[in-house]
């Protein structure tokens, strides 16, 4: 999977705002500095937040951005369907309407597999989960087994 600097800056932009006690109105400029986005590309994906109903937005000197919703209802998957589209695609479609012949006949079998392994970690993921440091069981058992943190090569 390939994570965009969209992507990454989307979550990162939630889990400041996800961070603010009392969901209190922040300006871009403060997130943009607070995780280090140039503040420009942060205005076109606070757009797509907002679009996707993930942040509510208040112009004027008093303005800013707020989590539309509490931030345990708001998963990582959520946030990337948002600003990306489909968690898995194959040449843009989704896995289940590519078909193969041949020695590729169980291909999309695969591709659904994968599918599948990602929604299980990033639609039980949720920014609260992830500003607390509390994230589910199994990911923090994920992270533990020695091969999750190895470069494979080709």
């Known amino acids: 999977m390939h994570i965009t ?17 009392g969901g209190r109105l922040t300006k871009a400029e403060t997130l943009a500095t ?3 986005i140039p503040h420009k590309f942060l205005e076109a ?12 937005s208040r112009r004027g000197p008093e303005g800013g951005y707020s989590l539309a919703r509490p931030a345990t209802e708001i998963s990582i998957a959520d946030i990337i369907r948002t600003v990306e589209g489909p968690l898995a695609s194959v040449r843009g479609e989704r896995p289940e309407d590519v078909a193969y012949s041949g020695a590729a006949e169980r291909l ?18 949720s920014l609260a989960d992830v500003v607390t440091g509390g994230l589910p069981g199994f990911v ?3 992270t533990k087994d020695p091969g999750a943190w190895e470069r494979r090569r080709v």
């Open 34 to 36: 607070a995780q280090n």
């Open 45 to 56: 994906v606070l757009a797509d937040l907002r679009r996707g109903g993930l942040v509510n």
């Open 5 to 21: 600097a969209r992507v990454d800056y989307a979550v990162r932009t939630l889990l400041e705002l996800a961070a603010i006690e």
């Open 140 to 142: 923090e058992d994920l």
């Open 108 to 125: 999309q079998d695969v591709w659904i597999a994968v599918r599948v392994n990602l929604r299980a970690v990033l639609e039980e993921v």
